[in-house]
């Protein structure tokens, strides 16, 4: 590998070095002559200015000035710049002393040029680091001047070693917090990175170790506890790579999440955790249109239904983001609503949380919510989800999602709220079981309200498939498999199913809400990406868990669940597909539904959902969505 001094970067600098040094030099003269500089002077000054420059370098070079990564400029290199500035200058001054006797050099201009180098070089430094950070939208030079000006933590007995990997923004931002709070049980002992540029440099005096496949060796000759992943920006590939090279060096490993998952975007401590599959699936950061969210949530009354839910409760974190004047929680499940009304309370100061114990299921409650909190716009969260339990208990599934849906139809008509978001699956996709036909039922309630022009309300119905981490989601169900000593059990080895994360699904649903009334569309469709194979999701989880398949865990072939099907569809026949404004999600211009005839047959299939008629609600599901299967 060629050393570090071939660098562009390092030609660049040390070039800028020596005009610095040589502007220096000359402005010690001008200060010292009163910027009137004899003809022999300037005669002396030039004889010297090659030695005087080489000598400098060299120390610069000596005393890691060309070590350093001048974007995380701090008070270590401001010392090194000093030590460096001193050392040549005495070396200077030795040489004059022995060589000339300081004849024609006069003294004072060697302390004027000490104090000009360490004024310049470490003024060029800091514009540098500014720069960086300023362009890098970093909060305020005030917090970069503080770092300047800060100190390097020394180890605390007791504390773990850690390695940072990512010698980038996101671990120079965790280094600082971890040296500035003493708390913190960790003692960083250098970064690890790819970028061969930035090996064998240093920020903030901590040195770039090597690259990542480096990891085993590094960690046991650094005796390092427990390394932390900083690359928010990482995608499956380089998860999985530095994953395995972990796993195979035996340290602990946490990571800080991808930035989807950074509600306001701020890279700290609190937000490091253990390592999850979701940070294996390698979804790509979205990019909100803040400002039309903003518009129409910021001082707003907000209503999440399912709001103890897994997507519910991100939901309502995500919308606090945008700080709503109320949150309302509507929940039926009294200890999810309590946890998700601290955390909130805790972390939104300014938005007030307003829990409310409630079924939508209730038609009379929800009027008396919405006559109490007048919400300007509501997300549907809540809906029963469990495929092979709903294929039991059909009657279940209609009178949750399907008169639930209708209730809050309604009632925002009746309270003419401004937008209603419906969230759906590619489960109502031509469905074969009885969660996705309840699902497509809703949406065409849904739709057939847009035909109305009566209702002022924007209703919007936005579409997406698995979400890993769900309630329900086969991961945790894998894992407690795993944790058993397995099988593993895959319903069939060709069964796929597309994935995202919580937190991505929840900031396109208000992404999507901020588009309703594009194009005069009803159902937006989120980019799912490619589907992924649950028998080798399954295979995945148990080498992650440090097991082999088929080898220490087996994997079994159970067969598929009522109402399974192989595949999912995010399009049915005849939805044609509109552009938005947004490059994740699509917009679908769906089917007319007519209204009348729709209610019509809803009554029938509440009739039926009383008597608890599984038989008759099948073909009754079938009447309203032809594209129904039943499986």
Known sequence: MKTRIFYKNFLIVAGLDVLILIFSLYAAYLVRFEFDIPLFFKIRFLRILPIFMGIKILCFYFFDLYAGMWRYTSVADLINIIKAATGSTLLMVAIILFGTRFVGYPRSVFLIDWCFTILFIAGFRLA????????????????TLRSFVGYQKTKIPGSKNL?????????????????DNARLQYHVIGFLDDNPVKIGNKIHGIPVLGGISDIKFISSKASADEALIAIPSANAHQMRKIVYHLKESGIEFKTIPGYGELINGRITVNAIREVAYRDLIGREPIKLDENKIGAYLHGQTVLVTGAGGSIGSELCRQICRFKPENIVLYERAESPLYEIELELKKNFKTTQVLPILGDVQNIDQLEKTFDAFDPQSVFHAAAYKHVPMLELQPWKAVENNILGTANLVDVVKKFNVERFVFVSTDKAVRPTNIMGATKRVSEMLIQSQNNNSICSTRFTIVRFGNVVGSVGSVVPLFKKQIAKGGPVTVTHPEVTR??????????????????????????????????????DMARDLIRWSGFEP????????????????????????????VPTSHEKIMALRGQEVDQEQLNGKIDELMTLSKNQDTENIKQKLKEIAAEYRPS
């Open 163 to 179: 390695l940072i990997i990512g010698a980038g923004d996101c671990g120079e931002k965790i280094y600082r917090e971890i040296r």
């Open 128 to 143: 540098i680091r500014f720069y960086f950070e300023s362009t890098g939208k970093v909060e305020s030079w005030l917090n």
């Open 498 to 535: 597309y994935f995202m994360t919580i937190p991505e699904a929840c900031q396109l649903i208000l992404q999507a809400g901020a588009l309703a009334g594009e194009n005069c569309v009803e159902i937006y469709l989120l980019d799912m990406g490619t589907p992924i194979n649950i028998d």
């Open 550 to 577: 088929d080898v220490d865990i087996k994997i079994e072939y159970i067969g598929l669940r009522p109402g399974e099907k192989l595949y999912e569809e995010l399009i049915t026949e005849g939805e044609g597909i």
